[in-house]
């Protein structure tokens, strides 16, 4: 699991270097923001291409949103993780403070925690003790969910989601770009539902989930936020 009770590290033993938390906080922010650059990006440009064929002001629209999108992309992310792992640093170091003197109630939590899980009752106690002798904070931290020793990192997240943004809007402004007129719209609808439909698949093999609901989900939410900014463009006529 990535778990570990303390820095004590046993002879033989294959430490993992991301935990599951580390790795899945990292793919969440990839995958949101892969999306994000590829369906709010490829609204923007086909609204704008709906308004108007310069390529220009396609271009410019397209580029804007890309950069614009991409640092608030990573803006949000790293804000948004920081508050989490405030949060944790937190429960740490209550948790902490509380273990101080007070070992019979971190054995108490830590037999309820494993009794929960299924262990037998004497079991549970001698492992409590086992887990709370080799470090107490640890092993109760692990109880509230929290590992101390691999809390989340927000540049981890703000640098995955900026970049993935990038690569996820870099497509549908390519597709506006290198297609004629007549079949810039609907070559770059086909690209980005493409795109999506990977994109959820690729997200949901990672995550070990259903994949046929991640590209559904995917593939409908960027057709409906490409087909209402289409319908926003037509209603406007820009001069080429």
């Given at each position: 699991?990535?778990?570990?009770?303390?820095?004590?590290?046993?002879?033989?033993?294959?430490?993992?270097?991301?935990?599951?938390?580390?790795?899945?906080?990292?793919?969440?922010?990839?995958?949101?923001?892969?999306n994000d650059g590829i369906v709010s990006v490829a609204a923007t440009v086909i609204g704008v291409a709906a308004a108007t064929d310069s390529v220009?002001?396609?271009?410019?629209?397209?580029?804007?949103?890309?950069?614009?999108?991409?640092?608030?992309?990573?803006?949000?992310?790293?804000?948004?993780?920081?508050?989490?792992?405030?949060?944790?640093?937190?429960?740490?170091?209550?948790?902490?403070?509380?273990?101080?003197?007070?070992?019979?109630?971190?054995?108490?939590?830590?037999?309820?925690?494993?009794?929960?899980?299924?262990?037998?009752?004497?079991?549970?106690?001698?492992?409590?003790?086992?887990?709370?002798?080799?470090?107490?904070?640890?092993?109760?931290?692990?109880?509230?969910?929290?590992?101390?020793?691999?809390?989340?990192?927000?540049?981890?997240?703000?640098?995955?989601?900026?970049?993935?943004?990038?690569?996820?809007?870099?497509?549908?402004?390519?597709?506006?770009?290198?297609?004629?007129?007549?079949?810039?719209?609907?070559?770059?609808?086909?690209?980005?539902?493409?795109?999506?439909?990977?994109?959820?698949?690729?997200?949901?093999?990672?995550?070990?989930?259903?994949?046929?609901?991640?590209?559904?989900?995917?593939?409908?939410?960027?057709?409906?936020?490409?087909?209402?900014?289409?319908?926003?463009?037509?209603?406007?006529?820009?001069?080429?």
């Amino acid at each position: 699991m990535g778990i570990t009770l303390g820095n004590g590290r046993e002879p033989g033993v294959e430490v993992r270097q991301d935990s599951t938390a580390a790795r899945l906080n990292k793919l969440r922010a990839g995958v949101l923001g892969a999306n994000d650059g590829i369906v709010s990006v490829a609204a923007t440009v086909i609204g704008v291409a709906a308004a108007t064929d310069s390529v220009p002001i396609i271009a410019t629209a397209g580029f804007a949103a890309l950069s614009a999108g991409a640092f608030s992309m990573a803006t949000g992310e790293y804000i948004s993780v920081s508050t989490q792992r405030d949060t944790e640093s937190a429960i740490v170091e209550r948790v902490s403070a509380a273990s101080r003197g007070h070992l019979d109630g971190i054995l108490d939590a830590l037999v309820a925690d494993l009794r929960h899980r299924g262990v037998a009752p004497e079991a549970a106690r001698q492992a409590a003790a086992q887990m709370a002798e080799h470090d107490a904070v640890g092993a109760l931290s692990c109880v509230e969910g929290i590992d101390p020793d691999d809390l989340v990192n927000p540049w981890h997240a703000a640098w995955a989601s900026f970049f993935s943004f990038i690569l996820g809007a870099a497509l549908p402004v390519a597709s506006i770009l290198l297609f004629p007129p007549g079949l810039r719209i609907p070559a770059t609808f086909v690209a980005v539902l493409f795109a999506l439909a990977l994109t959820g698949f690729i997200s949901a093999r990672l995550g070990e989930a259903n994949a046929g609901r991640a590209v559904i989900r995917t593939m409908l939410g960027g057709a409906l936020g490409m087909i209402v900014t289409y319908g926003v463009g037509t209603l406007f006529n820009v001069p080429a």
